[in-house]
């Protein structure tokens, strides 16, 4: 079967036997994948990556059953497991990320545990957000958000756009901040307030704000809007070391809540309602054997989702 | 009146008129007051500060009650006074920072609404703690500690050994970590454990981590140090920017809270109930003539608290 491998910063091609099925696991021939900014940090050497990777997939069980797969393998037995935490079970891997061989590749396994069966209102291209979504609707499970609450969202990346969406539809009153006009639009069907900001931003305006840039300089932002007593969300997962002032963040008491991925259950219910739309963030599908002409496209500034599918 | 003077790095003394009673004021006698190391800070310049330092402090009014004073002085008609937290009202002056004059000084004034009558349980120069005891206190306002929780905190400077009894009297396992073993023992009588530790930190190991290092590092350690889904609170007004690495914060889900200072009552309450010794904190007492050799005592490494009191 044709695999996507990176190495060194190389994205190449290679023909690979099916994989094996383990016990407990399913094997899942891709239907649709997308690429993640994850993705392309893992081409440059991330957490040392070399490998398949792609945690965003959509694929078929042997039977024809459409799956989305959460992307963290837990060991199932620590206490974190007992939680219902395996997302920061110590001995977990992830798909595409850690030690597992990840969704670029025409068949890949995963735990039976990790599926989700993937609704018919849901068509496969936009299943490959469930990911995202899930990540989106993680803020939720982490913080209390009443409605009519206003939340500043910074950056209009895929990432903010799921984001303002997902909080928008949970009654929050969402200001979508960030550089790209056009971007932007794609949401303000959802009711939120979006806006390319001047110099001069609000200071100490909002009980919540999401930093959503993926550049060092969000946080810092972030904290500067939040209110006394606010929550700052950090969904951007800057690399290496972030300079913040401390000092005001402190002295507003202001909390900072480090959010990564979440639950695929609500994010299949976002979907499936419609309250979230992500047909028009995909930008362009690339059969797995252009994988690398998709890689450059999806690192293009200003390029949304970019799906990759098995040769037809 | 005599009254200490910070003006570019140096400590007046200074001769002035009584102060000026407003309505709704009381003008205090200064019996003892207490160097903390945000003065030091101040006598350098943070917060462009020249002036009368000290929010420390214990005094009597005309008739002879002791009083400590809340150092927020709040316009107490906005949102955030309706809601008990005058603390953070941006019309706030504060003691001894921010235009209103501190405690250096034989008489001071401050709203009667803030004064809080000491217990005749509570000697004079300990109830110089109520400021930084409520700052410790303020923590259990913030979060949720459950009985019997493993906190770790770190620092052993004042801040760190008032908070590793207040939280280790409100029930917490607390591991103080710090580098002055006789600084720690201090406080070791309250069942805290405390270490001097090595380079290998334990690393995600404690639900709540403490960071009172008033270092740029030690944000950077305590994140390191909580478990995923945990909870570091930061009380360490670091001036200028901290390099953090803010991966390990999102990956894991770390809250990361900023506090400041408290409420007074908990505080009169930690220390009327013996639960909280400071007596042995306290280095040295200066008379308030003497104000420039106390900064400098204050000022050297390895030295807790000290005093200043009016020339007798």
Known sequence: ???????????ELRR????????????????????????????????????????EFVGELDDGTRVAGEINLACRHCAWCARGLG?????????????????????????????HRVPKSIPTEEAVFIEPVAAACEILDQIKIAKGTQVAVLGDGKLGLLIAQVLQAHGARV????????KMRLVEWCGAAVEVPGKKLPRHAFPIVVD????????????????PRGTVVMKSTVHGLVSVD????????????????????PALRMLASGKVRVGNLIAEG???DR????FRRAATKGVLKVLLHPAS
Request: some cysteine.
């Open 291 to 294: 994988a690398p002409e998709a």
């Open 87 to 115: 997302r920061h079970c110590p001995h977990r891997t992830v798909l595409g990320i850690v030690k597992h061989p990840g969704a670029f590749r025409e068949f890949l396994t995963l735990p039976v545990v990790n599926l």
């Open 16 to 55: 690979q036997p099916l994989p094996r099925v383990a016990q407990g696991f399913a094997r899942i021939r891709l239907l649709a994948a997308g690429i993640c900014s994850t993705d392309l940090e893992l081409q440059h050497g991330y957490y040392g990556f070399s490998g398949t990777p792609g945690h």
């Open 1 to 11: 079967m044709l695999s996507v491998h990176l190495e060194n910063g190389a994205v």
């Open 212 to 227: 959503a840039t993926g550049s060092s300089a969000g946080l810092r932002t972030a904290i500067t809007m939040c209110e």
């Open 175 to 182: 200001l979508l901040l960030g550089r790209h006009r056009e």
């Open 286 to 288: 690339f059969p797995l």
């Open 246 to 265: 401390t000092a005001p963040a402190i002295v507003n008491e202001i909390t900072l809540v480090g959010s990564r991925c979440g639950r695929f259950e």
